[in-house]
């Protein structure tokens, strides 16, 4: 009897440490295959793209096929904010997952770059492309960078293995501005890599260009990790369709833009699909800032937000972001968690494996575990910055506003002493000020955010370095 029992023990014994040793086999194996085939990314941003501007945030009018099917089929976000309010640094917060205040691309006199502008990215700030290119990613970006438009400052200088498309923005032009300073603006330049090889690109040809050098990346680089970053141009005005978009949409000329904007997405999502990618990249969607209210229809929606871009209300920083990864992020799924663009850059480092060490300290955070399904919350503040000022913070579902401005109009602030609150799960049209009724959620606001602004260090500004001889003209000089 003891014999028998011993021999039982033995055999069961035995098919434990057999499973354990498969076990450690298949997760070593699950280790090596993580190392050797990381997931690709596609990161598409849209430029000046409203809360309100897509089918599946609500629009009644524009059709949006493609991002409405990636919707479903991965995870809609319904409290995700840009960097920034406007341009420039808001695809500084993006690329280096940090607050441009603290590496002198936030100025409150000159908000975005212009071509005038002798500043850029510093040299010191890590970018997502250099994080993955440690892991051996390719890596590529098609449309607007806006990060400097001097050669030390252009995307082969920061990561990026190529390059096509326009280093600022499309309204920056003697030709296509109205604006009583225009003239001042030389043609603008289209890119392949660092050479100009158009001025005064035809840009109702711009969103087809890019999308095309896209799905030519994707083919080309196939059989290794790569990452691929799609600033779109548009909807930024002026406004430019091709031929067999302009006139289709019920929305007019910005909605025949995005609908080509979301037909590019569509291109790209089909080439992943066909060259049996799809199961291994992670594809985002969102936008750089809220909609340009003050051009009338030739600018977006945000919708149930309050106001747009160049503003620190809801509608200025709130933004659409659609995130699909087969298999991987759960289908249908809505998260209404709090993210920002700052965080993809730590996410996609967690996703691709690629360790963060001897990069300065970000203001993102992982969304990883939220994107697989893993949490419902990660992140629970977000910082508000005009150019270099905090105008206003969340902490939870409640937001404090130190100021306020009415952007494109006269640009002059109104300061709130005591501040505005708002609770933006109730009321994220943020139309009723609770600061009267409580005073002790003001205060400890506002402690979290001083405490905040003690750790920022004031640095070389980049924006503030203009050409002295290009904007004479325009003090009368």
Avoid at 189 to 209: H, R, V, Y
């Amino acid at each position: 009897m003891e014999q028998d029992t011993m021999r039982k023990l033995n055999n069961h014994l035995g098919t434990y440490f057999i499973y354990l040793f498969l076990l450690i086999i298949g997760f070593s194996c699950n280790l090596d295959q993580k190392g050797a085939n990381p997931p690709n990314i596609v990161l598409i941003f849209a430029d000046d793209l409203g809360y309100g501007d897509l089918g599946c945030y609500g629009h009644p009018t524009i059709k949006t096929p493609h991002l409405d099917q990636m919707a479903l089929e991965g995870m809609r976000f319904t409290q995700f904010y840009a960097g920034a309010s406007v341009c420039t640094p808001s695809r500084a917060a993006l690329l280096t997952g940090r607050l441009p205040v603290r590496f002198g691309l936030a100025s409150s006199s000159m908000r975005v770059f212009f071509p005038w502008s002798l500043g850029g990215i510093p040299r010191e700030e890590t970018t997502i492309a250099e994080v993955l290119k440690r892991q051996n990613y390719a890596t590529g970006i098609f449309g607007k960078w806006h990060l400097g438009h001097k050669d030390e400052f252009l995307p082969l200088q920061h990561g990026f293995d190529e390059y096509y498309g326009i280093p600022y923005s499309n309204d920056m032009s003697s030709v296509t501005n109205d604006w009583k300073g225009a003239s001042l603006f030389p043609p603008i330049p289209l890119l392949d890599g660092n050479e100009l090889i158009d001025s005064e690109p035809d840009q109702s040809k711009l969103t087809q260009a890019y999308t095309k050098r896209s799905v030519d990346f994707i083919k080309r680089n196939k059989k290794n990790p790569f990452f691929l970053y799609v600033p779109h141009t548009f909807p930024h005005i002026p406004l430019f369709a091709s031929e067999e978009f302009k006139g289709s949409s019920l929305r007019g000329l910005f909605g025949d833009v995005v609908e080509e904007v979301d037909w590019s997405v569509g291109q790209i999502l089909k080439t992943l699909k066909e060259e049996g990618l799809e199961e291994n990249t992670l594809v985002i969607f969102t936008s750089d800032n809220g909609p340009w209210l003050t051009v009338g229809d030739t600018g977006g929606s945000a919708g149930l937000l309050h106001q747009g871009k160049g503003s620190t209300f809801e509608g200025g920083m709130r933004v659409p972001m659609i995130a699909k990864w087969a298999n991987h992020i759960p289908s249908g799924s809505t998260s209404y968690a709090l993210g920002s663009t700052m965080d993809l850059f730590n996410t996609i480092a967690s996703i691709s494996n690629t360790q963060l060490d001897g990069i300065e300290g970000q203001d993102g955070v992982d969304l990883s575990q939220i994107l697989l399904g893993n949490k419902e919350k990660i992140r629970d503040e977000m910082f508000y910055y005009l150019g270099d000022e905090l105008f206003a913070y969340r902490k939870g579902k409640y937001k404090i506003h130190y100021k306020t401005l009415n952007p494109y109009i006269g640009e002059k602030a109104q300061s709130h002493n005591p501040p505005l609150l708002y609770n933006l799960e109730v009321d994220p049209s943020e139309k009723y000020n609770l600061a009267a009724e409580m005073t002790e959620k003001v205060i400890e606001l506002k402690k979290l955010s001083d405490k905040h602004l003690d750790g920022v260090v004031e640095t070389e500004n980049q924006l503030t370095k203009l050409d002295s001889v290009m904007i004479a003209p325009l003090f009368g000089r």
